[in-house]
């Protein structure tokens, strides 16, 4: 990983924040995920380029710019080409500090403090642990990198939540389990789709909608892909410095909701804790 990269992050935020309150269509969600995905370079390419990277009309490229508040493509391209200096122009990023392994957990430090300043509007996570704390059962789904998130986050709602149900493989199974799940009654799914967003994993929300079901979901950005098909968005960014990325601040945001379903039914999560922690000392499980 080259310092390039470490420095760019940054300006990822600020072309975030152009879509911040915008109801943007799918395509037009595009065309913003593949600008946030190409932060560093979106400033220089023209309107053709952009419309190549997200797969859409040129056409479709002006409109979003308009859907913004610009008069078309060039006057966002000279907001970004701002966005760039000012992000480069920072002392603090023009010489990033300590090996490429520091400056990896130093940007996820920074990503937890980014998630931190979201969460001074507790609105949108409190709204979305009221509705998986009233679904029986609860379905939780993560695939591939974002499986074992989906794991940690159920092995802990199993404790104040009397029916979770962990959906982390996918082909066709994937969706009759979905079905019995909403067959016995759910009402939501918590979606967790990190980078690289696999396909059954966005078939399986919009499955879900169609089925009824209201869609909470955890994932990069707010104009990542699996932000079409749900009801509630919570983003937390993903560490892309290393090979692998790092997911501290998902996993955050993971129980920070499950704080939300407890708060959601206060009497109810305690109950249940109280009786996990009676079971636990009957059976000797842990040493302390």
């Known amino acids: 990983m080259n310092d390039s990269a470490v420095i760019a992050a940054p300006s990822t935020d600020r072309v975030l924040d152009l879509f911040q309150?915008?109801?943007?269509?799918?395509?037009?969600?595009?065309?913003?995920?593949?600008?946030?995905?190409?932060?560093?370079?979106?400033?220089?390419?023209?309107?053709?380029?952009?419309?190549?990277?997200?797969?859409?009309?040129?056409?479709?490229?002006?409109?979003?710019?308009?859907?913004?508040?610009?008069?078309?493509y060039p006057a966002l391209r000279r907001r970004l080409r701002e966005i760039a200096a000012s992000g480069y122009g920072r002392p603090d990023l023009a010489a990033p500090t300590?090996?490429?392994m520091q400056r990896a957990i130093r940007a996820e430090a920074d990503n937890l403090d980014r998630l931190a300043e979201q969460l001074a509007d507790?609105?949108?996570?409190?709204?979305?642990?009221?509705?998986?704390?009233g679904s029986r059962p609860l379905?939780?789904?993560?695939?591939?990198?974002?499986?074992?998130?989906?794991?940690?986050?159920?092995?802990f709602a199993a404790k104040v939540h009397p029916d979770v149900r962990v959906l982390d493989s996918g082909g066709t199974l994937l969706t009759d389990r979905l079905e019995q799940a909403r067959a016995a009654?759910?009402?939501?799914?918590?979606?967790?789709?990190l980078p690289r967003y696999p396909r059954?994993?966005?078939?399986?929300?919009?499955?879900?909608?169609e089925a009824g079901m209201s869609v909470v979901v955890i994932t990069d950005s707010a104009v990542s892909p699996a932000a079409e098909y749900a009801d509630i968005v919570l983003p937390a960014a993903v560490g892309a410095q290393l090979v692998f990325d790092l997911?501290?601040?998902?996993?955050?945001?993971?129980?920070?909701?499950?704080?939300?379903?407890?708060?959601?039914?206060?009497a109810?999560?305690?109950?249940?804790?109280?009786?996990?922690?009676?079971?636990?000392?009957?059976?000797?499980?842990?040493?302390?």
């Open 247 to 266: 997911h501290a601040a998902p996993m955050a945001l993971s129980m920070v909701l499950l704080q939300a379903i407890c708060d959601a039914a206060p």
């Open 185 to 193: 009654g759910a009402g939501a799914l918590l979606g967790i789709v």
């Open 98 to 100: 300590g090996n490429e």
């Open 200 to 209: 059954e994993s966005l078939d399986a929300l919009r499955d879900a909608r």
């Open 139 to 155: 379905v939780v789904l993560g695939l591939r990198a974002a499986a074992p998130l989906a794991g940690y986050f159920a092995y």
């Open 21 to 72: 309150g915008i109801r943007l269509t799918p395509t037009q969600r595009r065309i913003a995920h593949s600008l946030v995905q190409h932060a560093a370079s979106a400033a220089y390419l023209s309107a053709a380029e952009v419309a190549e990277l997200a797969k859409v009309s040129q056409p479709s490229v002006t409109r979003f710019a308009m859907a913004l508040g610009y008069d078309g």
């Open 122 to 133: 507790r609105d949108g996570v409190t709204a979305a642990g009221t509705m998986l704390a």
């Open 268 to 288: 109810d999560a305690q109950r249940r804790l109280e009786e996990f922690e009676q079971s636990a000392a009957r059976r000797q499980l842990f040493v302390v």
